[in-house]
């Protein structure tokens, strides 16, 4: 059965968290390809410029009987912080109101590098509040953010922020 990169990474990450700000060895054992050498670091420049590209996010939560509860978003960094859009009737909304420790995992499989973030979520703004946070974050991704915004104006929005503990970033040597 085939599971996905981003996802086989995702369960290794707990163990490359103790690393210092990055790298790490990893050893996939997929049947495809396997990394048995030191990955390379990213320095703080070149992880600002890989976040700043577009890809989407993993988030980790915990489920309250502690089963990891993995979703995918868009987000916006701040060469800080990354800063979320959520809905507050999701499962990853309720998992961060009980337990605010996150996981957040930024994956481009073709360059096959990676960062991994681990913080606790701190909530911003809820609804209209939220609306300037949102708007920066869909932007990223779609030509006509407010359009897009506009059709969901009456969701339950919350704008939360991610000020990471740890960084763990890998990338082939």
């Not at 979320?84 to 990853?92: I, M």
């Not at 994956?107 to 949102?134: C, F, K, L, N, Q």
Request: charged letters at 30%; one cysteine or more.
């Amino acid at each position: 059965m085939y599971t996905p990169r981003w996802l086989r990474m995702a369960s290794r990450c707990a163990s490359l968290a103790q690393d210092e700000v990055g790298g790490g060895r990893l050893a996939l054992d997929d049947g495809e390809r396997h990394y048995n050498g030191a990955m390379g670091k990213l320095t703080r420049a070149q992880v600002d410029a890989f976040l700043e590209e577009r890809h989407t996010v993993v988030v980790g939560t915990t489920y309250p009987d502690g089963r990891p509860h993995l979703t995918t978003v868009w987000y916006r960094w701040d060469s800080e912080a990354f800063w979320l859009a959520t809905n507050r009737t999701t499962v990853k909304y309720r998992n961060l109101r009980r337990d605010p420790r996150i996981t957040l995992l930024i994956d481009a499989p073709p360059r096959e590098t990676s960062v991994a973030a681990y913080g606790r979520v701190e909530e911003i703004a809820r609804d209209e509040g939220a609306w300037d946070g949102a708007l920066a974050i869909v932007a990223r991704y779609v030509e006509d953010a407010r359009a897009y915004l506009e059709e969901r104006r009456d969701e339950p929005r919350v704008l939360l922020r991610v000020k990471p503990d740890t960084m763990v970033t890998w990338t082939p040597e």
